[in-house]
């Protein structure tokens, strides 16, 4: 069985830095590929990127180009998320989430189409 643990949140102030990790074990991740979610209080979750392992490739939400930059360690079995240019509105409970390489799935980006996920991670910013 596939699973999956995020980590590297935190509280950063706007503007900075962090790089989310999230680490599979159980199955490769050369046959899921890996999405990222964020979830705000009072606030649906909502998809950041998908990574392709297929592809080698994201597909990113509007609002995450040019600021967030997905990328995969295979070694490792490992998907980062690395977020810049943080600000207030990108708090939130961050988690990773899979679904099968070959599929559209990723590049639709809904949640209800991945599985398994992880526990989580905060990310919160602010001054």
């Known amino acids: 069985q596939l699973h999956l643990v995020e980590s590297g949140g935190g509280l950063v102030q706007p503007g900075g830095s962090l790089r989310l990790t999230c680490v599979a074990s159980g199955y490769s991740l050369d046959i899921y590929s890996v999405g990222w979610f964020r979830q705000s209080p009072g606030k649906e979750r909502e998809a950041v990127v998908c990574?392709?392992?297929?592809?080698?490739?994201?597909y990113y939400a509007d609002f995450a180009k040019g600021r967030f930059t997905a990328s995969r360690d295979r070694a490792k079995n490992t998907v980062y998320l690395q977020m810049d240019s943080l600000k207030a509105e990108d708090t939130g409970l961050y988690h990773c989430a899979a679904v099968p390489v070959g599929s559209r799935r990723c590049e639709q980006l809904q949640p209800r189409y991945f599985g398994p996920w992880g526990q989580g991670t905060q990310v919160t910013v602010s001054s």
């Open positions: 990574f392709d392992s297929g592809a080698n490739f994201g």
